[in-house]
């Protein structure tokens, strides 16, 4: 069971991953209100929403075939029917009273998704309704409710506790966003709140036969405070068994802020949640065909692209899992590709651009480069009319100001020289202008060939055709 | 006068439906028994003003040009819905409920609200927020319940048809206390939408009239497949007015072996058994049945009832609508003393059964086993139905009671419903019409069918009251 290089202080750390994942569809799980996010507060909220007294849920067909195609994605099995359970507490932002979850028949079973070459279980991933808003901070002596969220559909996906370390359970939740966002399940956004996560951690001697106790930390909204938040975790917990002290079951709070988990209800005051099947709706059945028809409208998954970029452009497999770790660079690589170099678009992609968007924290969709007028870039490299150097200045400018790329060569007059007369020229009296170094390279100083390119692009600010420069230079000194 | 009297009359031109609406409103405002919660003279005028002005479109229809009145707990567009709670006490509704929509759709015209046992939880009509209803044949004694109000209206004659819902017997029992026919439907024929749920899984609404023409008639407008309700059945259109002259031929209907086994009044037994004598002398065969396995029902309906209730009961917080406690400073507060004063007693003792039958460590005993004798009567019926087309059976153990009498001892008003639930509880569509008279009181007998045999009920029932005058009778 023990991986001794995840052990920590001679402790090895146990952790499944629970992540809520708010499902792209037209409308709502049971309602016909629409699930949109950013709009104004209480807008979009139906009778049902609202939960009327005499209103009655019906079941969102385009969530059942999200939840499927996770399923299929993962390698899982579908249930056989739809049957979903109450789960009852009160709180002002559910106002039914009960959320409809599936507690004994998850649409999802027993799926799998491999990280790092390690496989991952998924014990379930059952559909549910997310619940309304609550905001205590708006107004100073009251609290406010948003229903926007109540009855939005969630794929909650539980995993088995496979997973060893902190920077694993970031891993396998990079993948299970690969794969929703790859599929258009959802957009995987965790700023917004559409990718939500909750972790279970505990920690065990390698030699030992049974898990320790764990902790359940809520709500963790960002990769990085994954990490943060289940390292912080293990270290607390490590600390109360060495001191001899035992771990208490219970759920905890990440305060990303001072980096640390607080206690938020132990298990004496866990709820009773009294499930019980909803009689509202009847179990819907999940027919073969319509597992087929899901099947057959299903978009590629991520290795399943890979191959093909490997095959049909030629691409390594570092390149081709680096261009398809995530969809839209994917995309964007095969629009770039339509019209341009593939090696060269693929080095420009992973090099450069990657480096920009690391560099703002940003992803493709919010840059202001778009796939055409890269590839436009990149064709201007193959067919010479800018160099490398200076199409890193012009990368710069889209970057900055979204510009054309035939714009931005234009205007700053940045075309690379590639006539051969006028480059002869420039040469001729750079040659003239050093003799002594002439004489020199004649005299058998090779060295020297870099220097008389170097005046020559320092003469022509980097815009000489540097492999016509070459043949010239090496033509003019024999 | 009964339904069809009055529908013809408003067919024939002989009186219009502002008429009919100002004569029920008369009388409706005469009352001396409690029977509504609220009634609504501008809209009904108006409403009546309109299908007289489009009397064609209406002519043809069901229920044309008739008032009907309402069980307060189907929601209404802009008119209070009360469900006979002070929970709902100022509660308006933006929406109809579907059954309120098909009626209006169908010719009727709604004058007035019914009283009902609070949020339907009860036999007696006596846990309403808005009083206890009398029944019509004796004002000391109660209608019977939940929908007490719904028929009492139409025995008193105020309407000749109403709306009532029965998860337990919620409609065929106070049809028997109060001499007049009603049914409920198979579970799915008749839209939930809008009903205020008691438990979902039972909750079946459906036509009280005087007879089963009246019942069938507005059964044609009631029923429809509503996508709005997941359990809605989805199925051919029967029209149920017309059925009743058509000829089903001999049937075999079961009726109960060793009755006298089962505590039922010998005034009641004396009622079943003249009615057996004109099934018989209908040219039906009698079959007996074994139905004291079935009584075990009545356990299983008190644990899943009080179970889904439970749950569909806690939208009533104080939170978004309905009665809330003044000056709460926190949300605990507001929850506990919202519902400790919003709700009487009955549904708070159903709530905390039904809290009690789900929890951790008392689900398997309970909830589970409920739904396990569920599952056993479902299939009892279904090996019933192999052998005979119809089972008879009494409606209710004795006729009306006085009011406070039974209030007090759970079990025995829970035992009023024995003979009801059974069909609540396998979903099966079941009739009560009057068939004796004692005392100067009503008694009743039912006919359960198998799914969707609504027709074949109405049909037979209608067939009864061609040959006999129980239902002919009025306070």
């Not at chain 1, 807008?43 to 079941?59: A, E, S, Y």
């Not at chain 1, 170099?341 to 968007?357: M, R, T």
């Not at chain 1, 051969?420 to 060939?449: M, R």
């Not at chain 2, 069980?71 to 006979?84: A, M, N, R, S």
Request: hydrophobic content about 35%; charged content about 25%.
């Amino acid at each position: 069971m023990a991986q001794n290089d995840t052990l920590i202080k001679g402790w090895q750390p146990v952790i499944g991953l629970e992540v809520h994942v708010q499902l792209m569809t037209n409308t709502k799980l049971f309602s016909p209100a629409k699930n949109q996010f950013g709009e104004d507060a209480n807008t979009l909220v139906d009778l049902i929403d609202l939960g009327l007294p005499g209103v009655l849920p019906v079941l969102n067909e385009g969530a059942m075939k999200q939840g499927i195609k996770f399923g299929l994605a993962t390698n899982a099995k579908i249930a056989e029917t739809m049957i979903f359970d109450r789960k009852n507490y009160f709180y002002p932002d559910l106002p039914k009273g009960y959320q409809i979850t599936q507690l004994h028949y998850p649409i999802v079973r027993d799926g799998v998704v491999e990280v790092n070459g390690k496989k991952i279980r998924i014990h379930q991933a059952h559909l549910e309704e997310d619940a309304g808003k609550s905001m205590h901070d708006k107004y100073d002596d009251k609290s406010v409710i948003d229903l926007n969220r109540s009855g939005v559909p969630l794929l909650e996906i539980v995993s088995e506790p496979d997973i060893r370390s902190a920077s694993e359970a970031v891993n396998y939740l990079k993948k299970i966003h690969q794969i929703i966002t790859y599929l258009d399940i959802s957009d995987g956004n965790m700023s917004q709140g559409s990718m939500r996560c909750d972790a279970n951690v505990s920690i065990m001697k390698p030699e030992d036969k049974e898990f320790g106790t764990r902790a359940e930390i809520k709500n963790i909204n960002s990769f990085k405070f994954v990490e943060k938040a289940i390292n912080f975790e293990i270290k607390r917990q490590i600390k109360i068994l060495e001191a001899n002290g035992t771990v208490e079951q219970e759920t905890r709070l990440y305060d990303s802020i001072k980096d640390e988990t607080r206690s938020m209800r132990t298990k004496e005051f866990a709820n009773d949640y009294r499930y019980f099947p909803c009689p509202d709706l009847v179990p819907t059945n999940i027919t073969e065909e319509l597992i087929e028809s899901v099947k057959e409208n299903m978009d590629e998954l991520p290795e399943e692209k890979q191959d093909r970029f490997m095959n049909s452009y030629n691409l390594n497999e570092y390149d081709a899992g680096v261009i398809c770790a995530d969809k839209e660079t994917a995309n964007f690589f095969e629009k770039v590709v339509e019209n341009a170099d593939v090696q060269l678009a693929a080095k420009w992609i992973i090099g450069d651009l990657n480096a920009l968007l690391n560099k703002h924290d940003m992803d493709l969709q919010e840059s202001k480069i778009d796939a055409e007028n890269f590839s436009e870039l990149i064709q201007k490299i193959t067919d010479n009319t800018i160099s490398g150097k200076i199409a890193k200045e012009v990368l710069e400018e889209m970057w900055n100001t979204g510009a054309k790329v035939s714009e931005v060569i234009d205007s700053k007059g940045m075309q690379q020289i590639s006539d051969a007369g006028e480059l002869e020229n420039i040469i001729e009296i750079i040659l003239n202008e050093n003799t002594d170094q002439v004489n020199a390279y004649k005299s058998g100083k090779d060295k020297l060939f870099g220097f008389f390119v170097g005046q020559v692009m320092k003469a022509t600010q980097g815009k000489a055709n540097p492999g016509l420069v070459n043949e010239l230079l090496k033509k003019k000194l024999s | 006068m009964n339904f069809k009297q009055q529908r013809d009359n408003f067919r024939a031109k002989k009186i219009s439906a502002v008429e009919a609406v100002e004569e029920s409103l008369r009388k409706i405002k005469d009352d001396q028994l409690n029977i509504f919660i609220n009634h609504f003279e501008q809209e009904a005028l108006s409403n009546a003003r309109h299908i007289d002005n489009n009397f064609d479109d209406f002519i043809a229809k069901p229920l044309s040009g008739v008032p009907i009145a309402h069980k307060d707990i189907f929601c209404t567009e802009g008119l209070p819905t009360t469900c006979g709670s002070k929970m709902l006490e100022n509660f308006i509704p933006p929406y109809d409920s579907t059954v309120v929509k098909n009626c209006l759709d169908a010719g009727s015209i709604m004058v007035a609200k019914t009283n009902m046992d609070e949020f339907a939880m009860g036999s007696s009509n006596e846990t309403s927020y808005f009083g206890a209803v009398s029944n019509p044949w004796n004002h000391d004694l109660v209608p019977g319940g939940s929908s007490g109000g719904a028929a009492a209206c139409v025995s008193a004659n105020l309407t000749t048809i109403s709306t009532g819902t029965d998860t337990g017997g919620s409609i065929r029992q106070p049809a028997a206390l109060c001499g007049i026919t009603g049914l409920k439907p198979t579970y799915g024929l008749v839209s939930r939408w809008g009903m205020i749920a008691f438990c979902s899984s039972m909750d079946q609404a459906g036509p009280f009239s005087r007879d089963a023409f009246g019942c069938a008639a507005l059964l044609d407008a009631m029923a429809s497949y509503d996508e709005k309700d997941s359990t809605s059945t989805k199925r051919q259109d029967t029209n149920f007015e017309e059925s009743l002259s058509k000829n089903f031929g001999s049937l075999k209907v079961g009726v109960i072996k060793n009755i006298q086994e089962l505590d039922i009044s010998e005034d009641v037994i004396n009622a079943y058994e003249t009615s057996k004598t004109v099934l018989s002398g209908l040219g039906h065969k009698l079959v007996e049945v074994d139905f004291s396995e079935l009584s075990s029902g009545i356990c299983s309906y008190y644990v899943i009832a009080p179970a889904e209730c439970s749950s569909n009961l806690s939208r009533f917080d104080g939170v978004k609508y309905g009665y809330r406690s003044k000056g709460e400073k926190d949300i605990a507060n507001l929850y506990m003393n919202t519902r400790s004063d919003g709700f009487g007693d009955e549904v708070k003792k159903r709530i905390l059964i039904g809290t009690h039958v789900l929890s951790a460590g008392f689900y398997d005993a309970y909830y589970l086993q409920a739904q396990k004798v569920r599952r056993m009567i479902k299939l009892k019926f279904e090996n019933f139905f192999k052998d005979v087309d119809l089972i008879f059976m009494p409606t209710t153990l004795d006729q009306a009671f006085e009011k406070n009498r039974k209030s007090d001892d759970p079990n025995r008003m829970y035992k009023e419903d024995l003979l009801t639930i059974p069909a609540n509880l396998a979903g099966l569509p079941a009739i009560s019409f009057p068939n004796g008279f004692k005392n100067n009181l009503p008694i009743a007998g039912q006919l359960i069918g198998k799914y969707f045999a609504e027709d074949l009920l109405l049909n037979t029932t209608n067939k009864i009251q061609e040959v006999t005058d129980w239902h002919k009778m009025t306070p």
